[in-house]
């Protein structure tokens, strides 16, 4: 069978995001069960449309939740991101870039509801947890992906496993928030401080470049 291209142009990627913010609302205010209908109508297009840019709900429904972990890396922590290859003082420029992430992550509300939709989903839905891995974290989180192959490529880290390593730095720093936002409590600001720099450090100590032996 024939696989029809994404639709694709200016007017074709407004649409796309206008079906992405319509289900991202809809899924969070009536569960991954709410009608592909209520969907398109709330984007203002129709079904077939909104099955041109996805195929299945199940899609569309890893692309908003892609979405909503990539959103604390847009504005001011995708330029703090993509800065440290040039910070003179790598750590600092590290540790500040994911204070300002973290930060992000902390202020979502919607970031936790919709990891805890998943949880919900996915003894119904397992086609969900296969679509989500098959994009693979480097496809999930570009901003993290392209930071850390720049420093690798400058030689200022030193990451075999891209793939690897953005999961540990997930793990470092955004994870915790996720865990204890999924049981309807949070980490305090000097823990969470903490968390960073430590973190930072932990990242930083493995995937540092070797030290040349003194001549």
């Known amino acids: 069978m024939d696989i029809k291209p994404r639709p694709a142009g200016p007017r074709a990627e407004a649409k796309r995001q206008a079906i992405v913010k319509a289900a991202r609302e809809a899924f969070l205010r009536d569960g991954f069960g709410v009608g592909m209908d209520t969907i398109a109508a709330g984007a203002g297009v129709s079904k077939v449309t909104v099955y041109n840019h996805f195929g299945s709900k199940e899609a569309l429904f890893t692309a908003v939740i892609a979405g909503a972990l990539d959103e604390p890396l ?19 420029a590290f540790v500040e ?45 570009p901003a993290v992906a392209e930071a850390l192959r720049e420093l690798a490529g400058r030689g200022r880290l030193v990451v075999p496993d891209l793939e690897t390593a953005i999961i540990q730095l997930y793990a470092l720093l955004v994870f915790p928030h996720l865990v204890f936002g999924s049981y ?18 932990m990242f930083l100590g493995y995937y540092a470049p070797p030290v040349p032996p003194d001549a």
């Open 97 to 141: 870039a994911a204070r300002t992430w973290v930060a992000s992550v902390r202020g979502n509300a919607d970031v936790i509801a919709l990891r805890n939709l998943v949880a919900t989903e996915l003894h119904r839905f397992p086609e969900i947890a296969q679509a989500w891995q098959g994009h693979g974290p480097e496809g999930h989180h």
């Open 184 to 201: 309807g409590t949070t980490i305090d600001d000097a823990a969470t401080d903490r968390l960073i720099t430590h973190g930072v450090d």
């Open 74 to 92: 847009g504005g001011a922590s995708a330029t703090a991101l993509a800065a440290l290859a040039d910070a003179p003082d790598l750590r600092a």
